[in-house]
């Protein structure tokens, strides 16, 4: 029927339709059903700083080490509450030009890690402004590029109160008499950065993790969050040591000191815990600290806390999961008499 190797007419037009066909089958099909996603109902429309953020993330390659995908297996639990879905990216599909597709926001590399979540995990502008700025500054074996460009450096008197300071430990700080003042690009992308929260899925919606094969296999292990069966040294490093540093030492002029704190080292945790749960914003030479109370349960947090009492030469005794629990429940009441 189709003598392909006398008639190359015919062998042209077969290849030209087998590749319309397969085009539309792998390509055109799959975007346009995409054009019927949704938002998710709790979900926030991007505001017009955010979207400007977006821009400069694109601009500067930042998906090339970052990824935005929070995969269905139970390794990727740790980048966000559940696994992505398609309504996730409902805001940031929009193209970016006449000549330019939506922005590529998956990525397919770790090199950093996931920020899916990152607006929830760090919300603080003073710890990306500082990250941005020189990302040794608040994690010392970051591989991460510096953006100075995104940064002015001023003389200290010029400085006005609207504009953004940077306050940077001893090591990367500019000469005497000098500030580094955050651009409004530097602002935006942070805002877009601050804006990665996952949305909450709509009632009996539920998006579940794939357990890791071990986890299916294990027997006898302890049930719930035991204190005892949960490694606050793990805990601490995955969710305070951004900030507050491995050793505890903090960072000059943005997060203050673990190591020797009276707080921490107080006979009675009780500051200590409302801290963890609350936050704290009482101390303008420091960065405000986001509340855990909805990310980290009380066997948590009781284990974060006795890891910082117990390290770094701290004194402090141990909290128990029951400890963290009453004062949960106090500010509980205090917040809904």
Same mark, same amino acid.
């Given at each position: 029927?189709?003598?392909?190797?006398?008639?190359?007419?015919?062998?042209?037009?077969?290849?030209?339709?087998?590749?319309?066909?397969?085009?539309?089958?792998?390509?055109?099909?799959?975007?346009?059903?995409?054009?019927?996603?949704?938002?998710?109902?709790?979900?926030?429309?991007?505001? #017009?700083?955010?979207?400007?953020?977006?821009?400069?993330?694109? @601009?500067?390659?930042? /998906?090339?080490?970052?990824?935005?995908? /929070?995969?269905?297996?139970?390794?990727?639990?740790?980048?966000?509450?559940? !696994?992505?879905?398609?309504?996730?990216?409902?805001?940031?599909?929009?193209?970016?030009? $006449?000549?330019?597709?939506?922005?590529?926001?998956?990525?397919?590399? %770790?090199? +950093?890690?996931?920020?899916?979540? =990152?607006?929830? @995990?760090?919300?603080?502008?003073?710890?990306?402004?500082?990250?941005?700025?020189?990302?040794?500054?608040? /994690?010392?074996?970051?591989?991460?590029?510096?953006?100075?460009?995104?940064?002015?450096?001023?003389?200290?008197?010029? &400085?006005?109160?609207?504009?953004?300071? $940077?306050?940077?430990?001893?090591?990367?700080? !500019?000469?005497?008499?000098?500030?580094?003042?955050?651009?409004?690009?530097?602002?935006?992308?942070?805002?877009?950065?601050?804006?990665?929260?996952?949305?909450?899925?709509?009632?009996?919606?539920?998006?579940?993790?794939?357990?890791?094969? #071990?986890?299916?296999?294990?027997?006898?292990?302890?049930?719930?969050?035991?204190?005892?069966?949960?490694?606050?040294?793990?805990?601490?490093?995955?969710?305070?040591?951004?900030?507050?540093?491995?050793? +505890?030492?903090?960072?000059?002029?943005?997060?203050?000191?673990?190591? +020797?704190?009276?707080? &921490?080292?107080?006979?009675?945790?009780?500051?200590?815990?409302? =801290?963890?749960?609350?936050?704290?914003?009482?101390?303008?030479?420091?960065?405000?600290?986001?509340?855990?109370?909805?990310?980290?349960?009380?066997?948590? =947090?009781?284990?974060?806390?006795?890891? #910082? %009492?117990?390290?770094?030469?701290?004194?402090?005794?141990?909290?128990?999961?029951?400890? /963290?629990?009453?004062?949960?429940?106090?500010?509980?009441?205090?917040?809904?008499?």
């Amino acid at each position: 029927m189709f003598d392909f190797h006398k008639n190359h007419k015919v062998l042209v037009i077969a290849a030209l339709v087998g590749f319309v066909t397969l085009s539309f089958i792998v390509a055109v099909f799959p975007a346009y059903q995409m054009q019927d996603v949704q938002p998710l109902p709790q979900q926030p429309a991007m505001t #017009e700083n955010e979207r400007e953020g977006l821009n400069i993330y694109i @601009r500067e390659g930042c /998906v090339s080490c970052h990824t935005q995908q /929070v995969r269905n297996i139970e390794m990727d639990n740790m980048w966000g509450d559940r !696994p992505s879905i398609p309504s996730d990216y409902y805001y940031s599909k929009e193209r970016m030009g $006449v000549w330019r597709q939506s922005p590529s926001l998956l990525g397919s590399e %770790r090199t +950093g890690p996931d920020l899916t979540n =990152i607006g929830k @995990r760090q919300p603080s502008i003073d710890w990306h402004l500082l990250h941005l700025y020189n990302p040794r500054s608040v /994690v010392g074996q970051s591989i991460m590029p510096s953006y100075p460009w995104l940064f002015d450096i001023r003389d200290t008197n010029t &400085v006005t109160g609207d504009e953004k300071m $940077v306050n940077l430990p001893d090591a990367f700080a !500019p000469p005497p008499g000098k500030t580094v003042i955050a651009k409004e690009e530097a602002l935006q992308l942070v805002a877009y950065l601050q804006s990665l929260q996952q949305t909450s899925l709509p009632d009996g919606r539920e998006e579940k993790f794939i357990p890791a094969l #071990e986890s299916k296999q294990t027997s006898g292990t302890p049930e719930g969050n035991d204190t005892n069966s949960l490694n606050g040294e793990n805990l601490y490093l995955q969710t305070c040591a951004v900030c507050h540093q491995d050793n +505890g030492k903090g960072v000059a002029g943005a997060f203050p000191p673990l190591a +020797g704190s009276e707080i &921490v080292n107080d006979k009675d945790p009780e500051l200590m815990i409302k =801290i963890i749960l609350q936050g704290y914003d009482a101390r303008s030479e420091f960065a405000t600290m986001q509340a855990f109370a909805d990310q980290l349960s009380d066997a948590e =947090i009781a284990a974060i806390a006795t890891h #910082e %009492r117990t390290s770094w030469g701290n004194t402090g005794s141990k909290v128990t999961e029951e400890e /963290v629990r009453e004062i949960r429940e106090y500010i509980n009441k205090d917040l809904n008499p």
